[in-house]
Protein backbone atom coordinates (compact mmCIF):
# COMPACT_ATOMS: atom_id res chain seq x y z
CA UNK A 1 0.00 0.00 0.00
CA UNK A 2 3.14 2.21 -0.09
CA UNK A 3 3.73 5.22 -2.69
CA UNK A 4 6.30 4.12 -5.49
CA UNK A 5 10.06 5.29 -5.50
CA UNK A 6 9.21 6.67 -8.73
CA UNK A 7 6.10 8.67 -7.50
CA UNK A 8 7.73 9.94 -4.54
CA UNK A 9 10.89 11.35 -6.37
CA UNK A 10 7.95 13.13 -8.68
CA UNK A 11 6.72 14.66 -5.63
CA UNK A 12 10.32 16.24 -4.62
CA UNK A 13 10.87 17.66 -7.98
CA UNK A 14 7.10 18.93 -8.06
CA UNK A 15 8.16 20.71 -4.76
CA UNK A 16 11.53 21.61 -5.65
CA UNK A 17 10.26 23.95 -8.71
CA UNK A 18 7.22 25.25 -6.43
CA UNK A 19 10.05 26.19 -4.05
CA UNK A 20 11.90 28.05 -6.52
CA UNK A 21 8.68 29.46 -8.20
CA UNK A 22 8.01 31.06 -4.06
CA UNK A 23 11.19 31.90 -3.29
CA UNK A 24 10.68 35.97 -4.40
CA UNK A 25 7.83 35.70 -2.10
CA UNK A 26 9.38 34.36 0.70
CA UNK A 27 12.95 36.57 0.59
CA UNK A 28 11.68 39.94 -0.82
CA UNK A 29 11.49 41.26 -4.28
CA UNK A 30 15.55 42.60 -3.73
CA UNK A 31 16.45 38.94 -4.31
CA UNK A 32 15.20 38.58 -8.03
CA UNK A 33 14.95 41.97 -9.41
CA UNK A 34 13.24 41.74 -13.25
CA UNK A 35 14.63 43.82 -15.75
CA UNK A 36 13.54 47.05 -16.04
CA UNK A 37 12.38 49.46 -19.10
CA UNK A 38 14.19 52.66 -19.96
CA UNK A 39 12.28 55.54 -21.88
CA UNK A 40 13.66 58.91 -22.78
CA UNK A 41 11.85 62.08 -21.52
CA UNK A 42 11.99 65.10 -23.18
CA UNK A 43 13.43 67.21 -19.78
CA UNK A 44 15.48 70.54 -20.18
CA UNK A 45 18.75 70.09 -18.37
CA UNK A 46 20.23 72.65 -16.55
CA UNK A 47 23.56 73.54 -18.18
CA UNK A 48 25.31 76.85 -17.27
CA UNK A 49 25.69 79.20 -20.66
CA UNK A 50 29.14 79.59 -22.36
CA UNK A 51 29.66 82.32 -25.35
CA UNK A 52 29.83 80.74 -28.41
CA UNK A 53 32.81 81.96 -30.69
CA UNK A 54 32.20 84.39 -33.01
CA UNK A 55 29.24 86.01 -30.61
CA UNK A 56 28.76 89.21 -30.83
CA UNK A 57 28.27 89.74 -27.14
CA UNK A 58 31.13 89.29 -25.29
CA UNK A 59 30.85 88.35 -21.39
CA UNK A 60 33.65 88.19 -19.20
CA UNK A 61 33.06 88.61 -15.54
CA UNK A 62 30.27 90.24 -13.43
CA UNK A 63 30.67 93.41 -14.39
CA UNK A 64 30.55 93.10 -18.28
CA UNK A 65 27.16 90.63 -17.43
CA UNK A 66 25.41 93.56 -15.70
CA UNK A 67 26.19 95.54 -18.49
CA UNK A 68 24.74 93.50 -20.81
CA UNK A 69 21.43 92.54 -18.45
CA UNK A 70 20.70 96.54 -17.92
CA UNK A 71 21.26 96.71 -21.60
CA UNK A 72 18.44 93.54 -22.20
CA UNK A 73 16.37 95.13 -19.55
CA UNK A 74 15.76 98.63 -20.89
CA UNK A 75 15.15 98.02 -23.98
CA UNK A 76 11.59 95.72 -22.77
CA UNK A 77 10.58 98.17 -20.23
CA UNK A 78 12.29 101.84 -21.99
CA UNK A 79 8.63 102.79 -22.55
CA UNK A 80 7.05 101.65 -19.42
CA UNK A 81 9.62 103.34 -16.88
CA UNK A 82 7.23 106.53 -16.10
CA UNK A 83 4.93 103.72 -14.27
CA UNK A 84 7.23 103.49 -11.84
CA UNK A 85 9.15 106.49 -11.57
CA UNK A 86 6.66 108.32 -9.27
CA UNK A 87 6.70 105.31 -6.70
CA UNK A 88 7.93 106.51 -3.59
CA UNK A 89 11.44 106.83 -3.01
CA UNK A 90 11.32 104.36 0.66
CA UNK A 91 10.13 101.69 -2.01
CA UNK A 92 11.94 98.24 -2.52
CA UNK A 93 13.08 96.38 -4.89
CA UNK A 94 10.70 93.55 -4.97
CA UNK A 95 7.88 96.27 -5.18
CA UNK A 96 9.74 98.20 -7.94
CA UNK A 97 10.46 95.39 -9.71
CA UNK A 98 6.97 93.59 -8.98
CA UNK A 99 5.38 96.64 -10.37
CA UNK A 100 7.83 97.00 -13.53
CA UNK A 101 6.72 93.41 -14.70
CA UNK A 102 3.39 93.90 -14.48
CA UNK A 103 3.28 96.65 -16.63
CA UNK A 104 5.30 94.99 -19.26
CA UNK A 105 3.37 91.51 -18.93
CA UNK A 106 6.94 90.20 -19.38
CA UNK A 107 8.08 87.31 -16.46
CA UNK A 108 11.70 87.88 -18.23
CA UNK A 109 11.73 91.68 -16.72
CA UNK A 110 11.67 90.05 -13.09
CA UNK A 111 15.00 88.88 -12.42
CA UNK A 112 16.61 91.40 -14.99
CA UNK A 113 15.12 94.21 -12.54
CA UNK A 114 16.03 92.82 -9.14
CA UNK A 115 19.58 92.71 -10.32
CA UNK A 116 19.55 96.01 -11.60
CA UNK A 117 17.53 97.36 -8.82
CA UNK A 118 19.76 95.96 -5.70
CA UNK A 119 23.42 96.53 -7.73
CA UNK A 120 22.37 100.16 -7.79
CA UNK A 121 19.98 101.09 -4.88
CA UNK A 122 16.28 101.81 -5.16
CA UNK A 123 16.71 105.44 -4.76
CA UNK A 124 19.14 105.48 -7.70
CA UNK A 125 16.95 103.40 -10.10
CA UNK A 126 14.05 104.98 -9.19
CA UNK A 127 15.59 108.38 -9.95
CA UNK A 128 16.95 106.90 -13.37
CA UNK A 129 13.72 105.83 -14.20
CA UNK A 130 12.74 109.18 -14.37
CA UNK A 131 15.05 109.35 -17.25
CA UNK A 132 13.39 107.26 -19.85
CA UNK A 133 14.00 109.03 -23.28
CA UNK A 134 17.58 107.85 -22.81
CA UNK A 135 18.71 104.67 -25.71
CA UNK A 136 19.09 101.35 -24.09
CA UNK A 137 22.99 101.63 -23.66
CA UNK A 138 23.11 104.95 -22.53
CA UNK A 139 20.87 104.36 -19.80
CA UNK A 140 23.06 102.02 -18.32
CA UNK A 141 25.99 103.83 -18.86
CA UNK A 142 24.30 106.48 -16.39
CA UNK A 143 24.15 103.77 -14.04
CA UNK A 144 27.70 103.00 -14.23
CA UNK A 145 26.39 99.27 -15.17
CA UNK A 146 28.34 99.48 -19.03
CA UNK A 147 31.27 101.54 -19.33
CA UNK A 148 32.13 103.36 -22.77
CA UNK A 149 35.82 104.99 -23.62
CA UNK A 150 35.45 107.21 -26.51
CA UNK A 151 39.51 106.82 -27.28
CA UNK A 152 39.41 102.82 -28.24
CA UNK A 153 40.08 102.16 -31.88
CA UNK A 154 38.69 99.49 -34.05
CA UNK A 155 39.11 98.48 -37.57
CA UNK A 156 36.71 96.46 -39.56
CA UNK A 157 39.06 94.08 -41.72
CA UNK A 158 35.84 92.13 -43.09
CA UNK A 159 32.10 92.80 -44.00
CA UNK A 160 30.00 90.73 -46.97
CA UNK A 161 26.79 88.96 -48.17
CA UNK A 162 26.22 85.42 -48.31
CA UNK A 163 25.23 84.52 -50.82
CA UNK A 164 26.03 88.00 -52.80
CA UNK A 165 22.85 87.75 -55.10
CA UNK A 166 19.55 86.08 -54.51
CA UNK A 167 15.66 86.86 -54.76
CA UNK A 168 13.62 89.27 -52.36
CA UNK A 169 12.01 87.26 -49.19
CA UNK A 170 14.83 85.06 -48.89
CA UNK A 171 17.53 85.68 -46.41
CA UNK A 172 21.15 86.57 -46.53
CA UNK A 173 24.02 85.68 -43.98
CA UNK A 174 25.90 88.54 -42.89
CA UNK A 175 29.74 87.74 -42.20
CA UNK A 176 31.96 90.34 -40.34
CA UNK A 177 35.43 90.59 -38.56
CA UNK A 178 36.71 93.06 -36.74
CA UNK A 179 39.37 93.91 -33.95
CA UNK A 180 39.27 96.97 -31.08
CA UNK A 181 42.61 97.89 -29.16
CA UNK A 182 40.97 99.28 -25.92
CA UNK A 183 38.34 98.39 -23.21
CA UNK A 184 34.81 100.08 -23.83
CA UNK A 185 30.93 99.27 -24.39
CA UNK A 186 29.58 100.33 -27.96
CA UNK A 187 26.58 98.84 -30.54
CA UNK A 188 27.41 97.05 -33.67
CA UNK A 189 24.61 97.26 -36.33
CA UNK A 190 23.84 96.74 -39.70
CA UNK A 191 22.03 98.89 -41.79
CA UNK A 192 20.73 99.63 -45.05
CA UNK A 193 21.28 103.08 -46.54
CA UNK A 194 18.69 104.80 -49.09
CA UNK A 195 21.15 106.34 -51.31
CA UNK A 196 18.67 108.56 -52.59
CA UNK A 197 17.25 109.87 -49.34
CA UNK A 198 20.72 109.05 -46.98
CA UNK A 199 18.06 107.02 -44.60
CA UNK A 200 19.28 104.33 -42.50
CA UNK A 201 17.23 101.15 -41.45
CA UNK A 202 18.46 99.42 -38.68
CA UNK A 203 18.47 95.74 -39.85
CA UNK A 204 20.66 93.88 -36.89
CA UNK A 205 22.02 95.49 -33.81
CA UNK A 206 23.96 94.09 -30.89
CA UNK A 207 25.49 95.06 -27.62
CA UNK A 208 29.54 94.92 -27.44
CA UNK A 209 31.15 94.55 -24.43
CA UNK A 210 35.41 95.28 -25.35
CA UNK A 211 37.06 93.88 -22.11
CA UNK A 212 40.86 93.17 -23.18
CA UNK A 213 43.31 95.64 -24.70
CA UNK A 214 43.37 94.19 -27.83
CA UNK A 215 41.05 91.30 -29.09
CA UNK A 216 39.69 89.99 -32.26
CA UNK A 217 35.92 89.55 -32.95
CA UNK A 218 34.00 87.50 -35.80
CA UNK A 219 29.88 87.69 -35.67
CA UNK A 220 27.47 86.39 -38.09
CA UNK A 221 23.67 88.04 -38.43
CA UNK A 222 20.69 87.17 -40.60
CA UNK A 223 18.50 89.55 -42.34
CA UNK A 224 15.27 88.88 -44.04
CA UNK A 225 14.27 90.55 -47.38
CA UNK A 226 10.90 89.94 -46.94
CA UNK A 227 8.77 93.47 -47.50
CA UNK A 228 6.18 93.73 -44.71
CA UNK A 229 3.62 96.07 -46.27
CA UNK A 230 2.12 97.37 -42.75
CA UNK A 231 5.32 98.53 -41.76
CA UNK A 232 5.52 102.02 -40.24
CA UNK A 233 8.23 103.67 -42.34
CA UNK A 234 9.08 106.27 -39.73
CA UNK A 235 9.93 103.41 -37.63
CA UNK A 236 14.00 103.42 -37.50
CA UNK A 237 13.90 99.05 -38.68
CA UNK A 238 11.09 99.18 -41.33
CA UNK A 239 12.18 99.47 -44.53
CA UNK A 240 10.63 99.09 -48.43
CA UNK A 241 12.82 96.16 -50.52
CA UNK A 242 12.87 96.92 -53.91
CA UNK A 243 14.85 94.92 -56.77
CA UNK A 244 17.90 95.55 -57.13
CA UNK A 245 21.45 96.33 -55.77
CA UNK A 246 21.25 96.97 -51.94
CA UNK A 247 23.41 98.99 -49.92
CA UNK A 248 24.89 98.26 -46.46
CA UNK A 249 27.00 99.46 -43.70
CA UNK A 250 28.73 98.02 -40.93
CA UNK A 251 28.62 100.43 -37.54
CA UNK A 252 30.63 100.22 -34.46
CA UNK A 253 29.82 103.02 -32.31
CA UNK A 254 30.41 104.12 -28.72
CA UNK A 255 27.22 103.82 -26.40
CA UNK A 256 24.48 103.48 -28.94
CA UNK A 257 25.09 104.41 -32.61
CA UNK A 258 22.07 106.83 -32.76
CA UNK A 259 23.41 107.70 -29.40
CA UNK A 260 22.23 111.67 -28.42
CA UNK A 261 25.26 111.77 -26.13
CA UNK A 262 27.85 110.03 -27.30
CA UNK A 263 27.37 110.07 -31.59
CA UNK A 264 30.63 108.44 -31.74
CA UNK A 265 31.23 105.86 -34.42
CA UNK A 266 34.63 103.52 -34.16
CA UNK A 267 34.33 102.52 -37.38
CA UNK A 268 32.27 101.87 -40.64
CA UNK A 269 32.83 99.48 -43.52
CA UNK A 270 30.41 99.61 -47.04
CA UNK A 271 29.37 96.36 -48.76
CA UNK A 272 26.19 95.35 -50.71
CA UNK A 273 24.29 92.50 -52.29
CA UNK A 274 21.68 91.88 -54.88
CA UNK A 275 18.56 90.77 -54.48
CA UNK A 276 15.97 90.49 -56.96
CA UNK A 277 12.11 90.20 -57.78
CA UNK A 278 11.64 86.53 -59.19
CA UNK A 279 8.57 85.72 -61.45
CA UNK A 280 8.81 89.81 -63.20
CA UNK A 281 8.11 90.47 -66.41
CA UNK A 282 11.19 90.09 -69.29
CA UNK A 283 12.97 93.25 -69.90
CA UNK A 284 14.49 93.40 -73.35
CA UNK A 285 14.43 89.38 -73.46
CA UNK A 286 16.16 89.26 -70.81
CA UNK A 287 15.58 88.19 -66.73
CA UNK A 288 17.97 88.46 -63.53
CA UNK A 289 20.59 85.96 -62.92
CA UNK A 290 19.29 82.76 -61.85
CA UNK A 291 16.12 82.97 -64.21
CA UNK A 292 14.79 82.35 -67.60
CA UNK A 293 12.29 83.72 -70.12
CA UNK A 294 9.59 81.36 -70.07
CA UNK A 295 7.16 80.95 -73.36
CA UNK A 296 4.51 78.27 -72.88
CA UNK A 297 3.50 77.31 -76.53
CA UNK A 298 0.07 76.95 -75.25
CA UNK A 299 -0.58 80.25 -73.35
CA UNK A 300 -0.15 83.96 -74.24
CA UNK A 301 2.72 86.22 -73.04
CA UNK A 302 5.85 85.14 -71.15
CA UNK A 303 7.55 85.86 -67.68
CA UNK A 304 11.02 85.23 -66.11
CA UNK A 305 11.16 81.49 -64.51
CA UNK A 306 13.33 80.75 -61.09
CA UNK A 307 14.90 77.02 -61.49
CA UNK A 308 13.20 74.55 -58.76
CA UNK A 309 13.65 71.02 -58.49
CA UNK A 310 12.49 68.49 -55.51
CA UNK A 311 15.69 69.82 -53.53
CA UNK A 312 15.15 73.98 -54.43
CA UNK A 313 12.18 75.41 -53.47
CA UNK A 314 10.89 77.52 -55.42
CA UNK A 315 11.53 81.86 -54.36
CA UNK A 316 8.51 83.17 -52.45
CA UNK A 317 9.07 86.78 -52.97
CA UNK A 318 6.76 88.42 -55.53
CA UNK A 319 5.93 91.39 -57.31
CA UNK A 320 4.50 93.71 -54.95
CA UNK A 321 0.37 93.47 -54.99
CA UNK A 322 0.41 89.72 -55.95
CA UNK A 323 -0.51 86.72 -53.91
CA UNK A 324 -0.13 83.88 -56.51
CA UNK A 325 1.39 81.10 -55.33
CA UNK A 326 5.14 80.26 -56.43
CA UNK A 327 5.41 76.96 -57.65
CA UNK A 328 7.53 74.34 -59.39
CA UNK A 329 5.10 73.37 -62.71
CA UNK A 330 7.05 73.62 -65.74
CA UNK A 331 8.78 71.11 -67.30
CA UNK A 332 10.55 70.02 -70.93
CA UNK A 333 8.39 68.03 -72.17
CA UNK A 334 9.34 63.93 -71.61
CA UNK A 335 11.04 64.51 -68.89
CA UNK A 336 8.39 63.45 -66.25
CA UNK A 337 9.63 66.26 -63.91
CA UNK A 338 9.12 70.17 -63.55
CA UNK A 339 12.60 72.43 -63.50
CA UNK A 340 11.12 75.71 -63.44
CA UNK A 341 8.97 77.54 -60.88
CA UNK A 342 5.41 79.54 -61.74
CA UNK A 343 3.61 81.70 -60.15
CA UNK A 344 -0.19 80.33 -59.57
CA UNK A 345 -3.10 81.68 -60.06
CA UNK A 346 -7.12 80.69 -60.15
CA UNK A 347 -9.97 82.25 -62.24
CA UNK A 348 -12.52 82.56 -59.23
CA UNK A 349 -14.66 85.44 -58.21
CA UNK A 350 -13.08 86.03 -54.81
CA UNK A 351 -9.49 84.43 -55.54
CA UNK A 352 -6.89 84.85 -52.95
CA UNK A 353 -4.25 83.80 -55.64
CA UNK A 354 -3.68 87.20 -57.63
CA UNK A 355 -1.00 87.53 -60.37
CA UNK A 356 1.19 90.61 -60.18
CA UNK A 357 0.23 94.21 -61.70
CA UNK A 358 0.19 93.80 -65.44
CA UNK A 359 -0.10 90.43 -65.48
CA UNK A 360 -2.37 88.29 -67.13
CA UNK A 361 -3.76 84.90 -65.36
CA UNK A 362 -3.65 82.20 -68.19
CA UNK A 363 -5.69 79.09 -67.88
CA UNK A 364 -4.28 75.66 -67.36
CA UNK A 365 -7.46 74.38 -66.54
CA UNK A 366 -11.08 75.65 -66.19
CA UNK A 367 -10.23 77.04 -62.60
CA UNK A 368 -6.30 77.49 -62.41
CA UNK A 369 -3.74 79.04 -64.82
CA UNK A 370 -0.54 80.72 -64.40
CA UNK A 371 0.83 84.48 -64.52
CA UNK A 372 1.98 85.90 -67.86
CA UNK A 373 3.41 89.35 -68.97
CA UNK A 374 1.68 90.49 -72.36
Known amino acids: GGFSKSCVERANMASFYLFILLLPLLCGSSTIKQQEEYIVYDVEIPHTPQPEVGSEVQLYNANETGCADCVKLTKLVIGLLPKIS ?13 ALEMAAHDNEVLPLCLFVCNVTTPENFLQWAKKHNSTPIDACIELSLCRVNLKAEVTISNFE ?7 LGNSFSVVYNYE ?12 RVDQITNRKTILHSDLINYSVSSEKFAGTATIDTTTITKCNMSHPT ?4 TSGKQDLMLEICAGDCSSPVFNTVFASKDTDFNAYEAYEKPING ?20 P ?18 KPACLIGKQGTGHATQCALECDFSKNSKMVCPTNAKCEPLSQ ?6 YL
Open 86 to 98: NMSARSNCSIICH
Open 238 to 241: CTNW
Open 161 to 167: IVPPNGY
Open 367 to 372: TMGICT
Open 180 to 191: VNESSTGEIRVV
Open 286 to 305: SCNPGEMVMKIRSLDGSYCS
Open 307 to 324: NCSKYVACPTGTPQAATA
